[in-house]
């Protein structure tokens, strides 16, 4: 895969693209005068829009009281332009036109990971669909951390950071927004400003401040945690709140997997492809970064996994339908989950 020219990002205040430059009275039409509010985050409010094709778009609108101002606006926009994946929400085009600084996105019409999860939503994922979520947001973070030189660093990986198309294909999204480039030979940050979500965080944040490739590996790890279970990063409760990683943990010495899947799921799940992705996650959230597993290692698992799930599935389904828990006995899980997992 290329990686990202070093020439590709301008200081001069210019925003230079191939990619189309709408102005404020286009993206007041193409938005409807601001009228379909489908979003909200840190840059601003996610307005829901249609080209004059028909091409229906996202179009993000720097808000004046927004604590990112235009520098970071121009990051994101030229960073956007140069970085093209399948699992990365691609741009259509953007707006600099006096106070007027927007991004226009593909529009993802089955939202995010975190609504999917969420209780409220009443077609829950399947085994199957959140294995695939799983590996397309891999590749997505593959790319950033190993196809882009310089390496691209998320910094606020999340459930609600991974958007699903109308065909259930999941891509990382707001990369632009908390980036950060570290230098290959001397692995030197180049911004350090703060980034992140409680819950998602690395660890090794709190105690020495740096931020790097298997932090955004950490949240990932908590993020497939998610996806097996459908809880929180964070469960609150009156007067406490705990972790995934702490609720998790117990189950996992027990060897009580039972407990750990997500109820919505109706047991509809084969034993060793969740046993499987239970040691993917806990190979990415040690307490250590070093021990963590590399993104693209964990790519090569997801892939293990998936292709484990369908061949025990059609193994039912050429028995007659047998019990996936019955097909579960041959794979075991982690003695200890303080280090890497064993491939």
Known sequence: MEGIPATSFQNDGNLKSKNRAFNHLQVLSITNSFENVIGEGGFGKVYLGTLQDGTKVAVKLLSKSSQQGFKEFQSEAELLMVVHHRNLVSLVGYCNDGETKALVYEYMSEGNL??????????????????????DAAC????LHNGCKPAIIHRDLKPSNILLSKNM??????????????????????????????????????????????????SFGIILLELMSGRPAVMRAPGSKSHISDWVAPKLESGDIQSIMDPRLEGKFNNASAWKFLEIAMSCIPQVAIQRADIGHVVADLKECLALEMSLQNAESNSGGTSGSALSTTYFPLES???????
């Open 114 to 135: 975190r609504q999917k999860l969420s209780d409220r939503n009443p077609c829950a994922l399947k085994w199957n669909e959140r294995l695939q979520i799983a590996l």
């Open 140 to 143: 997505g973070l593959d790319y």
């Open 169 to 218: 294909q999941a891509k990382i999204a707001d990369f632009g927004l908390s980036r950060v480039f570290f230098d290959d030979t001397t692995n030197a940050q180049y911004s350090t400003c703060p980034a992140g979500t409680i819950g998602y965080l690395d660890p090794e944040f709190h105690s020495c401040g740096n931020l790097n490739k298997k932090s955004d590996v950490y």
């Open 337 to 343: 989950n303080s280090g890497p997992c064993a491939r």
